[in-house]
């Protein structure tokens, strides 16, 4: 695949905006670890891009308690591989989770 030539424009308005996405990322992030945000919530929120694109095991580390090798396991335990995005979970998927971590 042949990459696109980008002018210095283009170029910098794309790294702008994957600034300001891995940003409202990390917010999210901080906001589930406070607990101000349940795992169900952004289950729901599945569609908008900045949660949609998130790795589930980013999303699973980012809840207190839950660690990397913790994650690991619940992801092994459900059968969710490690390059699963929250958009690309099946519903069966999401309950699973929802059962696993409440």
């Not at 169900?40 to 569609?47: M, P, Q």
């Not at 589930?56 to 619940?74: A, E, N």
Request: proline share 3%; glycine share 8%.
């Amino acid at each position: 695949m042949v990459l696109p030539k980008l002018s210095d424009a283009d170029r910098r308005a794309a790294l702008k905006k994957a600034v300001e996405t891995r940003q409202k990322r990390a917010q999210l992030k901080a906001e589930i670890k406070k607990g101000n945000i349940s795992l169900t919530e952004v289950l729901g929120r599945s569609s908008d891009p900045i949660v949609g694109r998130m790795k589930v095991s980013d999303l699973l580390g980012s809840i207190p308690g839950i660690g990397k090798v913790r994650s690991q396991k619940i992801m092994e335990q459900l059968k969710i591989s490690s390059s699963r995005r929250i958009a690309g979970l099946g519903s069966r998927q999401r309950e699973q989770l929802v059962k696993e971590l409440g």
